[in-house]
């Protein structure tokens, strides 16, 4: 495949959630609108989690080739100045998350960390959906359910509560600061 010409090009190789994001926000606030930068990323997650954050402040996620154990992604500055940054308004904390769980069992957690990332570790009963997949497994979730969505540190939940809501999910809330610091009960994938 030609090498995609960019005019900027960012180094993120071994860095995990949410560096990767946090390093292509500030090199892209450096650009002139319709630049190119290409995001180097060796994080599995990262196309997902670039893709959704692109969307979410209205610059273009160009797309993502992989080249052995690096993902080169493609973004574009957006050139109008509505490029602000969304964040979900709907927030719990993991102490509010604990406590719901004690007392309702009904209650949905949404997992939207990777395959890897939950197997070694998660809330009992978290459904796993990865980011890059939730937009064609929202059928199996109920939009009338409360839904309370977690990852690391509560980026990727941000961006996957913005998509939910969207998507006509009403009850949904991101948990911050996730699994980073979630000291509830976990479990693990045998």
């Known amino acids: 495949m030609n090498q995609i010409k960019s005019d900027v090009t960012l180094d993120a190789k071994g860095l995990a959630c949410p560096m990767p994001i946090v390093k292509t926000k500030k090199a892209i606030n450096g650009l002139e609108p319709g630049q190119v930068i290409e995001v180097q990323a060796t994080d599995k997650g990262s196309k997902a989690d670039l ?104 980026s990727r939940s941000d961006l996957a509560a913005q998509q939910l809501q969207s998507e006509g999910f009403e009850k949904v809330t991101n948990v911050v600061p996730g699994m980073s610091s979630w000291t509830g009960e976990t479990t693990s994938v045998k």
């Not at 954050?53 to 993502?64: D, L, R, V």
């Not at 080739?65 to 904390?93: C, D, M, N, W």
């Open 51 to 154: 893709k959704a954050w692109a969307e979410s402040t209205g610059h273009q996620y160009i797309g993502t080739i992989e080249e052995g154990e690096v993902l080169k992604h493609y973004l574009r500055k957006s050139s109008s100045e509505e490029a602000a940054e969304k964040s979900f308004p709907h927030v719990l904390t993991n102490e509010e998350l604990e406590k719901i769980l004690k007392e309702d069992s009904n209650t949905v957690v949404l997992d939207v960390r990777e395959e890897a990332e939950y197997a070694f570790s998660h809330i009992p009963g978290a459904v796993s959906i990865p980011l890059g997949e939730l937009k064609n497994r929202l059928g199996e979730l109920d939009k009338s359910a409360g839904i309370h969505v977690v990852c690391r540190t509560g």
